[in-house]
């Protein structure tokens, strides 16, 4: 019954910036519930970008990301964004967004995915 929905991607150019937003349904606040964000690439293996707890705190970046990415999630809102600043031609994927038990980067580990959302960045 857990379903997640993305927005916001688009095309932008070197150095811009863009918000993702993925709305959630089914999601308890009182359970152990974590998102990520995950991006994949054309011939890539889908690769984390960031992820936090379903009630906010502290999260996660990959190293790529890390600096000019902000993930975040809202108290009593189901919808965690990503903030993406600096954008660059290596960020250009389609963005997924991910629900599972665990605090991991490992995309195998959710359990839960949207469709994603494409971001194409220009160079």
């Known amino acids: 019954q857990i379903q997640l929905a993305e927005s916001g991607g688009g095309v932008v150019d070197d150095g811009g910036s863009l918000a993702l937003s993925c709305t959630a349904s089914g999601l308890s606040f009182n359970t152990n519930i974590f998102m990520g964000w995950f991006r994949q690439a054309p011939g890539k293996e889908r690769e984390f970008v960031a992820s936090i707890h379903w009630l906010g705190g502290i999260a996660d970046y990959s190293n790529s990301v890390k600096g000019r990415f902000t993930i975040s999630k809202v108290n009593a809102k189901s919808t965690i964004w990503l903030h993406m600043n600096n954008l660059k031609a290596d960020d250009t994927a389609v963005y997924y967004c991910?629900?599972?038990?665990?605090?991991?980067?490992?995309?195998?580990?959710?359990?839960?995915w949207g469709l994603g959302t494409q971001v194409s960045v220009l160079t």
């Open positions: 991910a629900a599972g038990k665990r605090r991991t980067s490992r995309p195998g580990n959710y359990e839960y």
